[in-house]
């Protein structure tokens, strides 16, 4: 959760901290250690540590973790830490599936899918497919086409759309892309998202405000909301 963000916010130095823990007790002493070498390969990929994540991913692949196969696969496709090759990155996935890791069909599915439907206009797949090249790719190329989708579902008035868009403007986060920070633009975004019940609205139009970035500072009513 603390990884990928669901419910809670995101908080990836926790996250390795508790992972670490758990690798210092050799809490795995007498079980698969693969998943947490994983996991703690995730984190590092998200923070943008590249070379840890591929080792990390390396270790769970020898003990025959599937998904890590398919993480390998993901960082050659894109050369994140690594020099780009796409045809051995088609074996890592091919070896994922093999053991029983069926992500990488089902992301090529999904990709195909929401694009196509986020091409005819689709703001629910705008977003949808938007947070795929977040989530699954991770690739900093991606940048342009996640912001032309994201503001075009922002100008159709899809609240989560809004959301992430404001935490562009807000935090240039989850990507990197050549724009100016707005942050009375992430304010109104935020807002907006947050009277149509988006979670993440509500959480970042209070932080905005506690410390006045983008809108008057009231920390009292920020605890309020």
């Known amino acids: 959760m603390l990884i990928k963000k669901y419910l809670i916010c995101q908080d990836l130095k926790k996250a390795q901290k508790i992972l670490n823990n758990f690798m210092s007790q050799n809490y795995f002493k007498y079980k698969d250690n693969s998943e947490l070498l994983l996991l703690l390969g995730k984190v590092h990929k998200k923070k943008k540590e590249y070379s840890e994540a591929l080792n990390y991913f390396d270790k769970s692949i020898k003990a025959s973790n599937a998904e890590a196969m398919y993480q390998y696969g993901l960082m050659l496709k ?118 149509r019940w988006i979670l993440n609205g509500y959480f970042n139009y209070a932080h905005m405000m506690m410390f006045g970035f983008g809108i008057e500072k009231n920390p009292t009513e920020a605890f309020r909301i």
């Not at 051995?88 to 899918?113: H, P, R």
């Not at 947070?131 to 989560?160: F, S, V, W």
């Open 78 to 195: 894109s050369g994140l830490g690594c020099t780009k090759d796409e045809t051995k990155a088609e074996e890592y996935f091919l070896m994922s599936k093999k053991n029983g890791c069926q992500k990488s069909d089902k992301i090529k599915d999904k990709i195909g899918y929401y694009k196509k439907l986020a091409d005819n206009g689709d703001a629910r797949a705008m977003t949808k497919y938007s947070l795929i090249l977040i989530d699954e790719i991770e690739c900093p190329k991606n940048g342009k086409e996640i912001m032309h989708y994201i503001k075009m579902a922002t100008d159709k008035g899809y609240p989560r759309a809004m959301a992430i868009y404001g935490n562009i403007l807000a935090y240039m986060k989850p990507i990197n892309v050549e724009i100016e920070k707005n942050h009375k633009e992430a304010v109104r975004l935020f807002k907006m998202a947050a009277d």
